[in-house]
């Protein structure tokens, strides 16, 4: 599932490439043509993201909000584009550029009320400026183990189950900690790892947790499984014990049970 730093890509990378222009917007598929006709046509402004949400502004004060989901894909087509390819939700035309959109959980026209009301009920996003005390302030009252408020949009905006994964190995968390029982300085680690994290991915689009000393190569070339310490491997790249999943709010967790064995 494409996680924050993904949706920010995205934002950055269609804003560059369609912002300014008079977009035609088209649901080639046929479940979004009625909201389509409400944008296109008309130019967009810019494209926002927030946590996994994403807001396409359009001039006439009509929002395109897209939540990829798990399956939620864009692709990038030459000029002129090509007739669509598979279920298209959505086709966004530009000068020069089109993208095309398949699989969202979520593409509909909203306003600027209920955008508030989404970015309202979502946590702080850190890569959208979203404040660490708000983040601390929200584990400190919790009862939850640290593994689930890490997926809880309300708690923190934009992690998935790979940053979770990571960040509590790079941190040597013991997932189940209950929020209010972690100490200041080990959540100062955890959002430390996860900033950069997240700050990374965002630069080269896709999540790497591994340094490039570790990997023995340029960060930019690494991919695959490579990119990870512990999500989806097999034995830890630490301490060479075999890797455990775990379930943590819904979700298989990947943990070392022999160096993550913090407990505050
Ligand atoms: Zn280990």
């Known amino acids: 599932m494409p996680e924050g730093h993904k949706t920010h890509f995205i934002a950055r990378q269609h804003t560059g490439m369609l912002a300014d222009q008079k977009l035609q917007v088209t649901s080639p598929q046929g479940r979004f043509a009625a909201d389509a006709r409400k ?3 008309k130019v967009l402004d810019r494209v926002e993201a927030v946590g996994k949400h994403m807001f396409y502004h359009f001039d006439n004060k009509a929002i395109v909000q897209v ?5 939620g894909k864009f692709r990038e087509l030459p000029s002129p584009p090509p007739s669509p390819v598979g279920q298209v939700r959505m086709r966004l035309k530009g000068d020069s550029t089109t993208f095309d959109l398949t699989g969202p959980t979520t ?3 909203i306003d600027g009320d209920m955008r508030d009301e989404i970015v309202a009920k979502l946590g702080p996003d850190p890569l959208a400026g979203g404040k660490k005390s708000d983040v601390w302030a929200a584990f400190h009252k919790s009862n939850k183990p640290i593994g689930g ?3 809880d949009q309300s708690v923190v905006a934009g992690v998935g189950n790979i940053f979770r994964a990571e960040v509590l190995f790079e941190t040597r968390l013991d997932p189940e900690i209950v929020g209010r029982d972690l100490s200041q300085s080990s959540f100062d680690e955890l959002w430390r790892s996860l900033t950069k994290m997240m700050k990374t991915g965002l630069k080269y689009g896709k999540i790497i947790s591994v340094t490039a000393k570790e990997a023995g190569m340029p960060l930019a070339k690494i991919d695959g499984k490579d990119r990870f310490r512990v999500y989806g491997k097999k034995s830890c790249p630490r301490c060479n014990s075999a ?6 709010a819904a979700r298989k967790l ?3 049970q022999s160096c993550q064995r913090k407990k505050s």
Not at 243 to 248: A, F, L, R, S
């Open 107 to 109: 593409c509909r026209v």
């Open 243 to 248: 890797i455990q999943t775990v379930e943590v």
């Open 254 to 256: 990947y943990v070392c």
């Open 39 to 41: 944008v296109s046509g």
């Open 149 to 151: 408020l890490l997926l």
């Open 67 to 71: 939540h990829l989901g798990r399956y």
